[in-house]
């Protein structure tokens, strides 16, 4: 009962963010490809998409490996990361959605740049051992 309060009190905060404002897909549907398969196996594939279980940010493109840590804050439910970002930064900074079972991403620079990002976790769904995200935002 604490939680559900928890979590109906975060979605009523007054905050600048909407409920749906995570910016990624909330799932993928990937084709794998497995250039061999060793002798007496047959490959399949299972037909379960690709769920969204991380997020991150990035000072300048991703590929260049600059994540930035985010401050954590709150105990259990919900979980809060924040992150306090420079809008003068000429590199600009990037989201990147990852999911579970996969190694593909998707990024994307965030505009206008923003000045912070936040994003609330449940950590009592887990997501491939992540806890599950119920919103991110920038403002």
Not at 6 to 23: E, K, N, R, Y
Not at 32 to 59: K, Y
Not at 117 to 133: D, K, L, S
């Amino acid at each position: 009962m604490c939680r559900l309060i928890a979590l109906i009190l975060l979605l009523a905060a007054g905050t600048a963010f909407a409920a749906s404002d995570i910016p990624c897909p909330a799932q993928l549907n990937t084709a794998q490809h497995l250039p061999q398969v060793e002798s007496g196996w047959e490959l399949s594939s299972l037909p379960w998409p690709q769920r969204l279980n991380g997020i991150a940010l990035f000072d300048g493109p991703p590929g260049e490996g600059a994540e930035l840590k985010p401050e954590f804050f709150g105990g259990k439910d919900p979980l809060r990361a924040s992150w306090n970002l420079d809008r003068a930064n000429p590199r600009g900074y990037w989201l990147q959605c990852r999911y579970d079972g996969t190694r593909l991403v998707l990024s994307r620079r965030i505009e206008p740049a923003p000045a912070r990002c936040e994003a609330y976790f449940n950590p009592a769904v887990r997501i491939g051992g992540t806890a599950e995200i119920l919103r991110f935002g920038c403002r």
